[in-house]
């Protein structure tokens, strides 16, 4: 295969690819109307789940399943990561950040910060069914108040155990919310297992507040795990 | 042009951009960058089929709920493309570590130096 | 042509321009930056079609978590690449 076909092959597939796609955008005319599916959501959500963020309610409640599915293909992430990576963990002490060491400045300033970042993330999470933001985001968040441990090396005190601690006991906690779903309520990951409460209040929504803060503290535990096993780990000479 | 097609038509674009990069690129870290591009691509392009023109976003605090299925948009494909950023992330992650073992192993990140697969 | 339809195209040609930035140069830093600059024009396209929270995620992960998970693999293998 000589150099100009090897050029050419990728140039002919995304041809192809791109008419398919003008294709596609030609075509395309926005609906007038929510769909049967969409329109039940809008219309049933405060009924159903009294959340205000119908996004939330179809995440938690709705296709409650997926979303445990899915904090299951990020726990397996996390754990092939760390497998991948795990024969080269970095002796005691060192720092395997690989940047500057970090200054007074950075320190301070990370111990300032980290509290009101986890603080920060807390309100995201636990507001999810009210405003826009939840589990995953409130996740991402906690995650970087990790991420800034890690660049001023003070992730020692955070040890990977307490992080493994919190995901398994997120998780387990979960299910067993599902479970009680079955239960006491219509189905699994049903949210009325507690009362919906007056619609609007952070209180309110059932078990959704509790699952996606759940929810969060799991995401943010693998998020943080990822990271630090992808920092963390030096080269054992 | 109005928004819905402007989105579409970045997202397509994206998409095409970023599996050129993935095609043509021989380093294996530019190769994940391109992919995440194209994951970038995807996501704009379901959000934007989810957008109907002149709704409001799917948060019921200041539209009254007997009004609520002729006033927001399609709240699907958010939860969708919010389940497919993270699931993004985690695939990335487990791109860099591959790779990171690659060069462990290798010592190079060249694709056309790893040929035990090629024919 | 409106001030939304307006911003929507200013961020297509932000968008794509950072997405070709990313594709041509030639070091993988400015690569990397490039990507992350992408995924935050798009979180505020996501914003102008009415979805806050995807926009949100976006911009927390998308743009900021896939970053550094780059420049930690990036530090490592230049680390080891130099000795």
């Known amino acids: 295969m000589n150099f100009t076909t090897r050029k050419a092959i990728p140039l002919v597939l995304l041809l192809l690819l791109g008419s398919v796609f003008y294709a596609l955008f030609a075509g395309y005319t926005p609906d007038e109307t929510l769909n049967r599916s969409a329109s039940y959501y809008a219309s049933q959500t405060v009924q159903d789940t009294g959340a205000q963020n119908v996004v939330t309610a179809i995440i938690v409640t709705y296709r409650g399943l997926d979303t445990l599915g899915e904090v299951t293909v990020l726990f397996l992430t996390a754990a092939i990561v760390g497998l991948v990576l795990a024969h080269s963990k970095a002796p005691k002490g060192r720092s395997g950040s690989g940047f500057l060491p970090s200054g007074e400045l950075l320190t301070t300033g990370t111990r300032m910060l980290v509290p009101v970042i986890l603080l920060f993330g807390a309100y995201v999470f636990l507001n999810g069914h009210l405003t826009p933001g939840g589990g995953f985001q409130g996740g991402a968040i906690v995650a970087s108040a990790m991420l800034l441990m890690l660049l001023s090396d003070s992730a020692e005190r955070f040890s990977h155990r307490l992080i493994s601690r919190i995901e398994s006991s997120a998780g387990l906690t979960y299910v067993i919310l599902g479970l009680l779903g079955m239960l006491f309520a219509g189905g699994f990951l049903d949210n009325r297992i507690l009362p919906l409460g007056s619609f609007g209040s952070i209180l309110s929504a059932g078990a959704i507040p509790l699952i996606y803060a759940l929810i969060g503290l799991k995401v943010g535990a693998e998020f943080s795990s990822i990271l630090t096993s992808l920092e963390a780990t030096e080269d054992s000479q | 042009m109005n928004l819905v097609q402007i989105s579409l038509a970045t997202g397509f674009l994206l998409i095409l951009l970023g599996l050129y990069g993935a095609l043509t690129n021989r380093d294996i870290l530019r190769m994940i960058v391109s992919f995440t591009i194209a994951d970038t691509g995807v996501n704009v392009v379901l959000v934007a089929v989810g957008y109907l023109p002149g709704r409001e976003a799917p948060i019921l605090d200041t539209i009254p709920v007997a009004e609520a299925a002729s006033r927001i948009t399609d709240p699907v494909p958010q939860a969708l493309v919010l389940t497919a950023i993270v699931i993004g992330l985690g695939v990335t992650a487990l791109m860099l570590a591959y790779a990171y073992r690659l060069f462990r192993a290798r010592g190079s990140l060249d694709i056309s130096e790893f040929t035990e697969l090629k024919w | ?83």
Request: glycine share 8%.
């Open chain 3, 1 to 83: 042509m409106t001030l939304l339809t307006f911003m929507a195209a200013l961020l297509a040609v932000a968008s794509l321009g950072a997405a070709v930035i990313a594709l041509v140069t030639r070091s993988t830093v400015v690569a990397v930056l490039s990507a992350g600059l992408v995924s935050l024009f798009a979180s505020v396209m996501f914003l102008l079609l009415a979805a806050p929270d995807v926009a949100m995620t976006e911009a927390a992960i998308g743009s900021g978590l896939t970053t550094f998970l780059f420049f930690f693999v990036l530090g490592r293998i230049r680390r080891e690449g130099t000795k």
